[in-house]
Each structure stands twice: as C-alpha cells, then as structure tokens.
RNA sequence: UGACCAGUCUGAACAAUCGCGUGAUAUCAGGCCGCAAGGUAUUAUCAUGAGGAAAGUCCGGGCUUCACAGGGCAAGGAUAACGGAUAACGUCCGCCGGAGGCGACUCCCGGGAAAGUGCAACAGAAAAUAACCGCUGCUUUGCAGUAAGGAUGAAAAGGCGAGGUAAGAGCUCACCUCUCCCGUGGUAACACGGGAGGAUGUGUAAACCCUAUCCGAAGCAACACCUGUAUGUAAAGGUUUGCCCGACCGCAGUUUAACUGAACAACAGGUGGCAAGCACAAAAACCACGUGCUGAGCCGAGUGGCAACAUUCGGCAAAGAUAGAUGAUUGUUCAAGACAGAACCCGGCUUACAGGAUUGGUCAUACU
C-alpha cells in the first residue's frame, strides 16, 4: 500500500478553491475528482484506481521536527484507512494539519480523518470489514 | 565538605503490534507509460537508516560553471601586537601588553590621533591659538601678569612634593609617566637596566582617512563528468518526387466522461506538413549504468612538539531521499526525556539546550 502524493502545486490550490471541504478539530480535509485517474490507472501495475494524497503542515504549527512529525501520523492514518474501511477511489485528498494536531496522539487523528471522509461521503459503507 | 574555574564524554532504555526509505537474495508480472532508447510493479527474508548542534548561513576551503589566462594602477570588501599550526580562515595553539578576579582563570580588548580633514550634544568662563570668577602688580571706573584654586563634563591642558616668585607657571630640581638612544635576555612582540630630552594638542579611526596583508564572479528541487554495452535513442528534422498549408511536434489546462477514454488546446521551446523512396554526420535534447557520499575521514597505539599539530603502524567503512525514508500505538523501568531533522561535501565560528557521567585545578574551612 503506497501513497501516491500530490506534487504540483497548481493541484494544491485547486483542491483549495473547488474541492469538497470539512473541517474537524485537528485536520481539515479537502476532496476533488482526479481527472489523470483513468491514466494513473493504466500506469498502476495492479489496475486499481488510487487516490493521490497531498499533506499541508504549515510553519506555524512548528519546527521542522514537529512537521515531519505530524506529516507521518497523517499518512500513517490514511494507509490505516484505505486498509480498514472501503474509501471510494480516484480522487484528489489534501489533508491540511491545524495547528493543536501538534500535540495530540495519533489515534485522534485517525478518527478526525475517519469523521471528514465519511462525511465527504469517501467512504462506501458496508462489504469490507466493518471493524 | 562547601563555593568556584577549565575541559572531555553522553543526549532514556527495553518488549509487543503495525508501518516506511535504501541495498542484497529469491519471487511475481509481460501489462502499462514513453516517438524511441528505456522505465516501472507483488510478496518474503536479511542487512541498514539523522545531530551535537543536522540550525543560523557568519567566515574559510573543496567541487562545478563562466570569465581572465602576463604585469601594474584605481575602486570596493575583509583583516590588524608577535611567533607558530593548517588546504585555508576572521579559526586554533603559544606568547606579549592592557583590563578584570584573593585565586584557578577570563575577555565581541589589541596598527596609526606629532600625514591630513572632521566631530565633540547638554552643562560649563572655556572643548583647543583657553582668562569668567579668583590671585598679584601698577599711573586703579582701567591696563598688565598669572593655569595654584573654582561650578560643569565622558574628557579641562602631565601627576605629586620642594625650590622659586609680586602672584604664578616644567620656570628649576627629585621621583613617577611619556618619547628617543644604548646595553643585556628573547626567533619576535616585549621585558629589565642605564642615559638623554623638556614634554607637543583631551577624546573619537564601530567618522573620513593613512599604513601593511589578502581577495575574479556565481552556484544545488542544481550542475557536471566518464563510458556507450549492436559506433545508446531521437517524434517533428535532411534529401528526391508529388500533393497541401494561419500547418505540425510538444504541452499546462478546459469540456465531457468513468473507458484502450474522447474532443479542444495557451505560453515557452522546436519544426514547414503529408505520402513514398534514399541516407543518417554533428549538435541541442533525452536514456541507461557509473562518478561527484573514501573524505584535509574516524578509532587505537607509538614517535616528535609546551601546545595547536605533524608523522608511522594497525583497524573500521553500514543515511543518501527528491513533496522528501527513522514513525505510531500499548506496556514496563528510571535520574521522567531539553534543544531539535541530513539535502553536494569538509574545517571553524555563533546561537539553542532537560539533565547525567567524568578528568584536572583554585579558594575557604576542618583534620593529620
């Protein structure tokens, strides 16, 4: 399970300006289609279609330790995700950290994300493992 | 024992579960992306994976690109006792002078103010050809002499004592200070001793400036080099014939859509296009493998040196990403976890930092 992350920049601000948007206590989450998804899919050896991920920490959140730190547990939360629950694929995700995400465990951030993506509607209830 | 001074080392540990980068071995897949060379995947095992400051980007180098390829001058910048170390330094070591501390020791101290120009607020009579008050003399509403005393100030015209005088004054003398000369010691800065001079005007050079020495510019999401393994690939391109032009290649993006997606397609850049034949040199561009991460390297012992350091021998070699790998959760223990994340690489400096360990030394007190 590899994330595949959002390198342009033009994608960030896009995301920002016409996604679907929610925000929870330590994260804000913004959603949009991803129209390369048919092409990645063919470039996917396995055929799926995959969600590319952009992470947001601002420098005010903290030293550069405390980002990548709180970068790690935003992509550790979505691979526990996409692993436990059936997230609806081929789209844009930028996970935003605000700025109390810097001091709190990494569990809570699991179920912020779980709260924003089923409220996007990511989420596709039933089948999988309900766990 | 207490209070200090100067270093050196260290920068929580363990277990379970889940997870990541790189490398190796095996395994899986022949699809997708690209004009093409070519690229890329699944799973398992093993190995390995941030700092003392990785930080600030303040100095010095290496490396690379560009420029000059010789010498001089000017401009600009940096440095500033002396000797050494070093690839180099504004760093380090030793030492000198000054300042501070009882001391161990410490210091954002260190050319020139008699080359010149400038500045010195407020206060004060006066801030540099000193006469306001005071003191003394005389021919006394004034003139002359005088820096001993006096407000102030960061700084007031060498200090202090004696002689001297109308009163005073380096005017004279002793001591101190300063400058110069000689001798001794030291590689030298300088120190000590002796002699001479009469002594010029306070501070400021982080004001301009003067003296000496050094310096080409730029740079990392970059750039370059080496080798082409079937002389690596090469769409649009060359050339011949025919036909056709707001064409074509390439591409962010937009619309529709959910698939072999389709349509339209800006800027930069490149090329006239299409069909057939022929030929493929070079360059730009790109691709693969490799290199720049073995380096002024680290550790231990010996030798030389007061030391910085040099040198000999032996051993070690295991971060390398490209939106960026070291993490999360739970539990246990303790001294309860600070500052903080490699990004081309080194030597320094500076700044941040919970603590812990340890070496040498000083002072005080007590005891012998």
Known sequence: MRIHPISENH??????DHGK??????IVVYVLTDYHASRLQRENPLKQKINRIG???SKKTGGAVIRSR???ILRAAYTRLEKECNVRK??????VARSSAAS??????YENLYEAMSNINMI??????AQ
């Open 11 to 16: 994608l960030y601000k896009k995301a920002y």
């Open 21 to 26: 948007k929610y925000v929870c206590q330590h």
């Open 55 to 57: 992470l947001a920490v």
């Open 70 to 72: 709180i970068r790690r």
């Open 90 to 95: 081929g789209y844009l995700v930028v996970i």
């Open 104 to 109: 709190v465990k990494s569990t809570d951030i």
């Open 124 to 129: 596709e209830t039933g089948e999988k493992n």
